[in-house]
């Protein structure tokens, strides 16, 4: 394949909703792998606390499963994590910060002052 020709095929899947699903649907699945690996919670254990199989807490890791946002939910919960959604515009790059409570309190406050 020359390299014209895969750009056109590139370009033509990037027009597809399947092709922006699948980097969401990556990330979001590395997180819980590390998650799973940290806290050493298996499938086996995962799919127990979540009243399913172990075939699909695999299903899910491998990004096969069909992810709504409540199954997202419903995972993310296991680790005491809440799932975030961030609408990015194309070709930018997004940074997540996660903060303390306390300190995002505080910021806020600050903010507040400074618009007053």
């Known amino acids: 394949m020359s ?3 895969y750009q056109v095929h590139l370009d033509k899947a990037r027009k597809s909703d399947a092709y ?3 980097f969401p649907i990556l990330q979001f699945t590395e997180e819980l792998f590390v998650l799973m690996e940290q806290d050493r919670v298996s499938k086996a254990e995962l799919a127990r606390r979540m009243g399913t199989s172990p075939a699909y807490i695999t299903k899910i890791l491998k990004g096969d499963a069909n992810f709504t946002l409540k199954s997202m939910v419903k995972l993310a919960r296991q680790f005491n994590r ?3 959604v961030h609408l990015a515009e194309e070709g930018t790059t997004s ?5 303390p409570s306390a300190l995002r309190s ?5 903010a507040d002052a400074k618009r007053r």
């Open 106 to 110: 505080r910021r806020a406050r600050v």
């Open 95 to 99: 940074k997540w910060r996660d903060l």
């Open 82 to 84: 809440q799932v975030r």
């Open 3 to 5: 390299a014209k020709s």
């Open 20 to 22: 922006w699903m699948e």
